[in-house]
């Protein structure tokens, strides 16, 4: 710190390396005093116009309000409020186009004015030193003064920031940007009001040492200033070479003290804090006069401008109108520039309206502006790094920043950049370097944003995450303590432990189910575990004898199922076999009628002949069959009443189907023999005299009536003998034929059987 006043106490000035001298062209605009520039119509103020954050709106839509109310309100220094630049009607509060060439949008207010221009109510301060420095402080903060020189720093902040480390406090009037006159014009009318504001500074932040730095083409502003400090040794004034950019911060620490400031650290890191001379007249109007910051001078210049000058600007008029005020003529030819032709922004729509950042407008003609040079290769001529004040690469900087490597721009210093534009200003093949420095400058400043944004969203997860925690073991600790509540409360009303007696019961339980005692022990939770050994011996026994149960309870299933089944079958076979023998028989007893007939005596045939009715031969056939039916049902009765208890079981194993043919041959010879024998039985019986007389006295209603009650009879000896064969089965086998005799199969045996007599029947009556 002593340092740096004994050097700036030499007297000596330093020269930064690099600089260059480009045109001033200040004659312009810094020949006449300033003046009051007409009011609009509509104001379209910014809510934010400074380096920070946006304060919150205290106005709403349809609100009246007066010339230096606040509209905004801001929670901490770096957000300043922002006041009304005159009386009128807040009209919208909507995004409007902004003074910047992006050409993007901000929030603003919209205010029609009322013409009446009526103050707010003031309290303007008349001794400031009787009151401390924090109250001073805060009347600049709420007056919402910001660095006026073109960063727009909040004021208030950065003189809190700075207390108690300040050695040397700096006023930089040096203005070095070519066309801008603002604060010359400033110095040389408001001498007194400047230096009052600088006085205030020095009372807030008690410097050893407060120096007024101005280049040297500013012969009537240095006449003015020394002419009011009139000897006084609280402020000095120090002349220094004209040369740009000398007006930069760190340049002109540089140039009076000989001392850099660190990469990425702040002037008052060695004891050295600056302010411009715009900010020095707000401060003093701030606290003296009770008046925020609601209007700036800017520089009116360029040869599109007819009355060039400068000019107090209310915060919010748009600049379409102001310059259309003072003679300026639309020319979509030439731009116009807010701020000077080095480090100026060009504006994309004129509606934006003048901020806090806006101290100069230039609108050129074609003998001032010429249209951009088509960018070229880089050479690697090194001109931007001889003239880069501030000691860096730019040729290296802009292939970084084409490549967007962000890494590479950051090692090589990019943040240094003070974006003097010195470096496009020198370049032989007319690259933009300073643009393509911002741009790079903006994608750094969102990755770090997004970075920290999202940082932020981690903490506040896992903070949330530990609260939920924390929650739960809270709320899983009163649970237990409620339920240890409770468990002693009814110890204490029952006068026993319930948790004891419920295990007690549990051991009541098990011991009256288990047939073996069984250890149980109680483990540290309350819970009940018996011992292993025994456990696993009991399941053994008790599976051990379920299998047996099923075991033998399947055994005899089977052998009831066998004997079921062995019965059924057989009596299946008996019933087959009976169908095929009453049709062969039905068939053999045709055969043999047929026979009968041929073989009468020729006297017999001749009268026979004559005198056959074909319904009598009918009724002859019927009877016949009739007949070989019941002998054949006679027969199969017979041979299943004949088996022995050793066949009936036998016939189990005799569900082949040879044996089942075989048996059903042997049915059929039967009953084809006893039907051959009586039908000879009944041939041989007819007399020749009987046999005439019947053929002429036989009646065809009678010949019909007998086939009637032969066939009933024949029917009912069937059912007789099948009713007998099924009384004498056992009552196992009863059963089982009741359960699984099927009618349908019996039906198609009766039908097979009717169709094979009926064929036979045809095929005798077509031999005779």
Known sequence: MADVLSRFASGKLWQFKGGIHPPEM????????????????DFYVPVKQHAGNPGRLLVQVGDRVLKGQPLT???????????????????????????????????????????????????PLADYLHLPPQQLVERIYQAGVA??????????????????????????AAECEPYISCDDRLMRDYTDEILEGVR?????????????????????????????????????????????????AKQLIYVLTGMEVPAGGRSSDIGVLMHNVGTAFAIKRAVIDDEPLIERVVTLTGDKISQKGNYWVRLGTPINELLAHYGYQFDARFPVFAGGPM????????????????????????????????????????????????????????????????????????????????????????????QYFRQEKAKIWEIKEKEIKAAEAKARFEAKQARMER?????????????????????????????AAALARLKAKQAENTPLEIKTVIS??????????????????????????????????????????????????????????????????????????????????????????PKKAAVAAAIARAKAKKAAQADSTTAVAERTPTETASTTDETDPKKAAVAAAIARAKAKKAAQADSTTAVAERTPMKTASTTDEADPKKAAVAAAIARAKAKKAAQTDS??????????????????????????????ARAKAKKAAMDAAKQQ
């Open 26 to 41: 200040k004659a312009q605009s810094n020949h006449q005093p300033i003046s009051a520039a007409p009011l609009s119509k």
């Open 524 to 613: 540290e939770q309350g819970e009940v575990q018996p011992d292993n050994s025994q456990l696993m011996a009991l399941r053994k026994a008790r599976r051990l004898a379920k299998q047996a149960a099923e075991t033998e309870k399947s055994t005899q299933v089977d052998t009831s199922s066998t004997a079921t089944n062995d019965s059924a079958s057989d009596d299946k076979k008996a019933a087959v076999a009976a169908a095929l023998a009453r049709a062969k028989a039905k068939k053999a007893a045709q055969t043999d009628s047929t026979t009968a007939v041929a073989e009468r005596t020729p006297m017999g045939t001749a009268s026979t002949t004559d005198e056959t009715d």
């Open 723 to 752: 009713t007998t064969a099924v009384a004498e089965r056992t009552p196992m086998e009863t059963v089982s034929t009741t359960d699984e005799t099927d009618p349908k199969k019996a039906a198609i045996a009766a039908a097979i």
């Open 147 to 172: 660095g006026l020189g073109g960063a727009v720093f909040p004021t208030a902040a950065k003189i809190h920031s700075a207390e108690s480390k300040v050695k040397l406090l700096i006023i930089n």
């Open 200 to 248: 205030i500074l020095r009372y807030l932040l008690r410097p050893e040492k407060v120096v007024i730095a101005i280049e040297d083409n500013k012969p009537e502003a240095i006449s003015a200033l020394e002419r009011h400090l009139n000897g006084a040794d609280d402020i000095e004034l120090r002349i220094i070479q004209t040369k740009y950019p000398s007006g930069a």
């Open 73 to 123: 309100q801001g929670d901490g220094l770096r957000e300043l409020p922002i006041h009304a630049p005159t009386s009128g009607l807040v009209k919208d509060i909507a995004p409007y186009v902004a003074a910047h060439p992006s050409g993007l949008t901000e929030m603003m207010v919209h205010i029609e004015a009322d013409g009446l221009d009526q103050w707010r109510e003031q309290s």
């Open 343 to 434: 480090m100026g922004l060009q504006l994309f729509d004129l509606k934006a309206p003048v901020s806090k950042v806006v101290n100069c407008l230039l609108a050129p003609d074609h003998f001032e502006y010429g249209e951009p040079e088509p960018e070229q290769s880089c050479i690697r001529c090194s001109a931007c790094s001889d003239a880069c004040p501030v000691n860096l690469m730019p040729q290296q900087l802009y292939w970084f920043a084409r490549s967007e490597d962000h890494k590479k721009s950051e090692e090589y210093s990019l943040k240094d950049c003070i974006e003097c534009g010195v470096c496009a200003y020198v370049c032989p093949s007319h690259i933009p370097l300073i």
């Open 471 to 499: 929650e739960q073991e809270a709320r899983k600790a009163r649970t237990q303590q409620a339920a240890e509540n409770r468990r002693q409360e009814i110890a204490q009303n029952q006068g026993e432990d319930p948790v």
